[in-house]
Each structure stands twice: as structure tokens, then as C-alpha cells.
């Protein structure tokens, strides 16, 4: 199957949904499939208010329609809702074309921290644009819960991944008082980092990731160790390299950092929220607690074993399995049309 993938999320960005969409794309390509991916690369952007490293797409309709059209897919899905997304959305619209979604980032929760804007307005906006699609991708079961309780339908379940070969127990590359309590993540008010950054905790704190918030809380808080963006090896290793992962965040729909904690052998420490309640659950290899502090506690008593041993029932071959399952193919050719 050729399938297109139009993504506002994607390189040089350093999130779970880049990593999601690459990840799923080269299990795809390794079970025979051909994927076309149609990114803010291919178009003329501007950098996103308050977030100047993603970039948005200016004016996408023409082009995408005219990308759409050479790469002549069998099935097209709209990754995120960003102007791309609404673009392809339209296009799939216009010529009468099943499409899919994905439901990656609770926008309605990221904009009322930001703007107070009230949760009905912007999921009102979310189930306009999902409505039209034949499968609403969710990583979790709880995140299905929760927008069929907001009205959504047709919600279609797509797990998650890890690459166990990357991410694995090595030795500490971090000379630190022990134990080192860990953070991986965009540093913004949406993660609700200053949950982690105020325990009350013997050790050191260790942030990896960037964003807008990091300048601030770098002045706020001259104790924590932050040591920016890190991919790939270096990421890898900066998560062995911790005794404990804490994920404050409420409103992520996954948490792809959690599996990769775990595969590094750490166990994981965060609130009993959507996303810490799909992953850890009761498996043991991690600890959900409303006190953070007291999941950090309990976390640091995990054997590390166990936290690697969980990781192993995520694989981004199941992923793409399911990616596909979910696809709505095409029945005829779409309509092309120079002015659409």
C-alpha cells in the first residue's frame, strides 16, 4: 500500500510525534509498504508564536493539493491539525476521499494552560476537524474514554513503540550526587514541569530537552541540571543514566519518554493520569502517585529489571500493524483538478 502521511510535526523538531511518525514509517517501508510524508520541508513557513523551532505552513492549500496529486496514494493520513492538516483535510474533502487522524496532543487542555480559553470551545474546534475522518488514531484507552465522553466517534486504537535496541541499562555517563531524578521533554507550562522541579528531594535534578520555559527556569532554579536537546546516543544515554524518570505532565496522550525510560532500566515516577495509567498500570515498573514526591520514593525501590522487562511488550512493529489496520484505503483514483 502507498500511503501519504501530511504532518505539521516533524525534523528538525524533537518530540513524541516525530518520533512516532519515523518510527512507524520505517516498519512500514520494512513490511513492503511505500509512505510518502508531506512535511513543513516541502513549503514556505513561519515560526510558531511562542514555539519558534516548529514551524507552520504558509498558505499550504495549492502545493499540497498538487503534492497529493504526484504522489497518487492509495490512502492519505492527516497526522496532525496544524495547517497542513487542514489543508490535506480540505483537499480529502473536496474530491470526496476517505482519510484517517490522529488525536497526538490534547490541545484543548495545552491552550486553556496558556490562554485560559474554556475547554468546550477548543474541543468543539477538535471534533470539527476530526469529525469528517474515517479513524481517529488514540495511543491509549483512557484517551479513547475521554473524547467519546467529549463526542467523539469512530476512535480507533494505534499503540506505541520503543526501540529496545537504543534505548537499554549501560553504564552513567552523569557524575552526579545520586540519586538523579530525570525529566525528558519539551521545558514548557504544558508539561507542568514545575511539579518535578519543586520536589522536595535529596539528589539531582536533571532536565533533558529545550523550550520556551528553559531560560526561565534555569534563572528560577540555579540547582537543577540542564543539559538541553539530546537525541539519538547521547538521549539514550542521558536516560541510563538516571536512577528515577519523573513525568510530571497531566495532559500528554502517551508519554513516548516513558517507554523509553523504562527500556533504559528506570523506573518511571508520575501522577495516576491518562497516559502513566496505559503504560505502567500495574505492571510494576513504575509508581503513580497524586504526591509526586511519594512515586519518586517508591520508584527508587523498583528493580531495574523489571522496568527494562515492560518496555519489551512495546514494539513500533505492532505500531505499524495496527497504523495500517486503521487506514481507510481509497475505492477510486482521486480527482485532480490544477486549481484545487
Not at 533504559?264 to 496505559?278: F, T, W
Request: aromatic share 8%; charged share 20%.
Amino acid at each position: 500500500m502507498h500511503v501519504a502521511v501530511v504532518t505539521d510535526a516533524w525534523h528538525p523538531q524533537v518530540n513524541g510525534v516525530v518520533r512516532t511518525l519515523a518510527a512507524t514509517g520505517d516498519e512500514l517501508t520494512a513490511l513492503g509498504h511505500r509512505v510518502t510524508f508531506i512535511t513543513p520541508g516541502d513549503f514556505r513557513t513561519v515560526p510558531c508564536p511562542t514555539y519558534p523551532e516548529i514551524r507552520l505552513a504558509v498558505l499550504p492549500q495549492r502545493k499540497i493539493a498538487r503534492l497529493l496529486d504526484a504522489a497518487a496514494p492509495c490512502a492519505i493520513h492527516i497526522a496532525t491539525e496544524g495547517p497542513l492538516g487542514h489543508a490535506a483535510r480540505r483537499y480529502c474533502l473536496s474530491r470526496g476521499l476517505p482519510f484517517t487522524t490522529a488525536y497526538h496532543t490534547k490541545f484543548p487542555e495545552y491552550v486553556r494552560a496558556r490562554a485560559r480559553v474554556p475547554l468546550g470551545w477548543t474541543y468543539a474546534v477538535m471534533r470539527r476537524f476530526h469529525g469528517p475522518s474515517s479513524g481517529v488514531m488514540v495511543a491509549t484507552a483512557s484517551l479513547r474514554r475521554e473524547l467519546e465522553a467529549h463526542g467523539f466517534t469512530n476512535i480507533r486504537d494505534w499503540t506505541r513503540g520503543v526501540d529496545v535496541a537504543l534505548f537499554h541499562p549501560r553504564p552513567s555517563i552523569l557524575d552526579l550526587p545520586r540519586p538523579i531524578l530525570m525529566y525528558v521533554g519539551r521545558v514548557a507550562v504544558e508539561k507542568n514541569i514545575g511539579a518535578f522541579l519543586t520536589l522536595d528531594h535529596p539528589g539531582t535534578k536533571v532536565v533533558v530537552g529545550d523550550g520556551p520555559q528553559r531560560a526561565e527556569l534555569e534563572r528560577r532554579y540555579p540547582d537543577v541540571v540542564f543539559v538541553g536537546s539530546r537525541q539519538g546516543e547521547a538521549l539514550a544515554a542521558h536516560y541510563a543514566s538516571a536512577d528515577v524518570f519523573v513525568f510530571p505532565s497531566r495532559t500528554d496522550t502517551f508519554g513516548l519518554v516513558l517507554i523509553e525510560a523504562l527500556a533504559s532500566g528506570v523506573p518511571v515516577a508520575a501522577y495516576p493520569v491518562p497516559g502513566p495509567l496505559d503504560v505502567i498500570g500495574d505492571s510494576g515498573a513504575g509508581a503513580l502517585d497524586e504526591d509526586l514526591g511519594a512515586a519518586v520514593r517508591q520508584a527508587l525501590e523498583i528493580d531495574r529489571e523489571a522496568a527494562r522487562a515492560h518496555a519489551l511488550n512495546f514494539t513500533w512493529r505492532r505500531c505499524a500493524e495496527a497504523f495500517v489496520d486503521n487506514l481507510q484505503p481509497f475505492e477510486t483514483e482521486p480527482v485532480r483538478t490544477a486549481a484545487a
